[in-house]
């Protein structure tokens, strides 16, 4: 945990800097006449906002993984911490058993694995993200063992990309790599030269890799719009970062580097759905996951009955269900997510019925 709160204090402190800065660079803009001031400012804010939204993810993200506040001394029980990551593992049978044969069988045999998942983006594919990189840690059998998370040694760091892409396709690497390059808090002075990088780079250059050992993982969602799908220029992108950027010989002691490339679409388009599912199930470089789909009421009510531990007596399960969910058969893991958010919150407050 110590690790976790210096993380969440320095990135705390990171925020504070970066808001500083903006609202300097904002009333630079206000004063500023000359044209040629003013773009560089512009230039600047907008880099500036992006590391903020980038700060502020990770510390949504690190927050979510520590314990609310402990139970006053004197209450009737000491209440198992329910963590809201567990808000992810609803459904997905088949994504995540896909993901984990297929990394089981390579694991010890290689440092950079790549998968590709697909869906519409109300199917949540950054909640399966987070889900995989979660248990990689142990952290999703830690209803289990309310100790697991004391002798918790293996680590996982998580990083959200959505570059915007283009139909230039040296512009496309460029940005790829300068999100990944930020995201895992390499300097920017050792960006450049930026096409000549390679992984093993950011493995000497990054201040959070060094930070991890043989047994952590570096966890990487690079999110794909349906806005900037092509399917001759998306596949040959990916082709070129496996082929080339990690393409090289890292470190004994690095950690173990997961890729998931996601094609998200915002509405149902068949062409495009047709076009992803053939290059996913025909790539050779990266394992495709299978689509994501609704989740049905058998999977919600599997959820509750998955989490006796937590949620023991029957009838607050089915009244939970009813309440929360309704009649409805199916829903959206959007929604899904932010139910059981919810739910689990509440359950830490001790707002819940045993």
Excluded at 184 to 211: G, W
């Amino acid at each position: 945990m110590g690790y976790e709160s210096d993380e969440i204090k320095g990135l705390e402190e990171q925020l504070e800097l970066l808001l500083k800065k903006a609202n300097l660079l904002e009333k630079k803009l206000i004063l500023e006449d000359d044209p040629t001031r003013m773009l560089k400012y512009e230039v600047d804010k907008e880099e500036t906002e992006v590391k903020i939204a980038q700060v502020k993810k990770k510390l949504t993200e690190l927050k979510a993984t520590l314990a609310p506040e402990p139970q006053p001394a004197g209450s009737e029980a000491t209440r198992v911490v329910f963590h809201e990551y567990h808000r992810y593992t609803c459904n997905r049978q088949p994504q995540n058993v896909q993901f984990h044969s297929s990394f089981r069988v390579s694991k010890d045999k290689q440092k950079t694995h790549f998968f590709y998942m697909y869906g519409l983006n109300v199917q949540s594919p950054e909640g399966l993200f987070y889900r995989f990189s979660y248990d990689l840690e142990g952290r999703l059998l830690d209803y289990l063992n309310p100790d697991l998370e004391k002798d918790k040694h293996i680590r996982s760091v998580r990083a959200l990309l959505t570059p915007q892409l283009s139909p230039d396709e040296t512009y496309n690497k460029q940005e790829v790599l300068k999100n990944l390059f930020a995201a895992l808090s390499v300097p920017y002075a050792h960006f450049e030269p930026l096409l000549k990088k390679r992984l093993e780079d950011v493995c000497l250059s990054s201040p959070t890799i060094r930070k991890l050992g043989p047994e952590d993982y570096v966890c990487i969602f690079l999110g794909v719009s349906s806005f900037d799908w092509d399917k001759e220029k998306i596949p040959a992108l990916a082709h070129w970062f496996i082929t080339r950027f990690c393409a090289c010989t890292l470190p004994e002691d690095a950690p173990t580097f997961l890729f998931f490339l996601a094609i998200i679409y915002e509405e149902d388009d068949p062409q495009i759905r047709a076009e992803v599912k053939e290059t996913v199930e025909n790539s050779d470089l990266i394992i495709g996951l299978p689509e994501l789909g609704d989740v049905s009421l058998q999977d919600v009510k599997r959820w509750f009955f998955n989490y006796q531990t937590i949620f023991p007596n029957t009838k607050t399960r089915q009244q939970l269900i009813e309440e929360r969910f309704g009649d409805a058969q199916t829903f959206e893991m959007e929604e899904v997510e932010i139910r059981l958010e919810r739910i689990i919150d509440e359950y830490n407050k001790g707002h819940l019925e045993d």
